[in-house]
């Protein structure tokens, strides 16, 4: 090709670019987002606005202003907690541990429907001091959840299956995890909310 052919298909290449781009967003294809980009957890669409008041706790009070301004990654206990419960408490740990600074805007809580005997006390204490434990937990969280869980309920999930949930500032439980979910996969997620969370933001 001589140089002034190369110049024409130049400056027709530079005028058509444009027109492919607009012709480009008008597409799906457009829209598509990369998987890196998309919610690991199940989204809880609207949100649900979670009741978490005052119960006990060893005898001492404990209420949601504990909590107030921070995101909450909230696990529902099983009935009996072995091995596989605790194990979670430790990934649970884990996640928070990997979320470095941010971790000032998280707190980790771990809901049961019952009291909590002094074993499992000391074994939760061991694992992390940060955790917040709620005994007894109001009857009225505990149902919002079973609720969000049977909401979510089918190609992915089973109800009953949703133990872990993330709670943004405002108390509203905005994504839920399996009792499979990664704890890799939890940590990406939180990574992002707490990055681009308001009060994470400086002035």
């Known amino acids: 090709m001589t140089r002034q052919q190369i110049t024409l298909l ?3 290449a530079l005028f058509l670019a444009p027109v492919l781009l607009v012709a480009l967003m008008s597409t799906s294809w457009w829209a598509y987002q990369p998987e890196g980009f998309s ?3 199940q989204l809880v669409q609207p949100p649900v606005a979670l009741p978490l008041g005052q119960r006990q706790q ?3 009070s404990v209420s949601a202003t504990a909590f107030a301004g921070k995101w909450l990654l909230l696990y529902v206990m099983p009935e009996n907690c072995q091995r596989r419960c605790t194990d979670d408490i430790v990934s649970l740990r884990q996640v928070y541990k990997a979320t470095g600074r941010q971790g000032q805007h998280l707190a980790i809580v771990l809901l ?3 009291q909590v005997d002094n074993e499992l006390k000391s074994k939760i204490a061991s694992i992390s001091e940060e955790m917040h434990l709620l005994a007894m937990a109001p009857a009225e969280t505990l149902s919002s959840l079973l609720q969000i869980s049977s909401d979510l309920a089918g190609e992915k999930q ?3 299956t ?3 949930y993330v709670v943004d500032p405002l108390l509203n439980v905005v994504l839920a995890y399996g009792e499979d ?3 890799g996969d939890i940590n ?3 990574k992002r909310l707490l990055k681009w969370s308001v009060q994470d933001k400086t002035p």
């Open 10 to 12: 130049s400056i027709f």
């Open 39 to 41: 919610n690991r957890g």
């Open 58 to 60: 060893d005898g001492s």
């Open 112 to 114: 049961n429907r019952k």
């Open 158 to 160: 089973q109800a009953g």
């Open 162 to 164: 949703i133990r872990t």
């Open 181 to 183: 979910a990664s704890p």
């Open 188 to 190: 990406k997620d939180l």
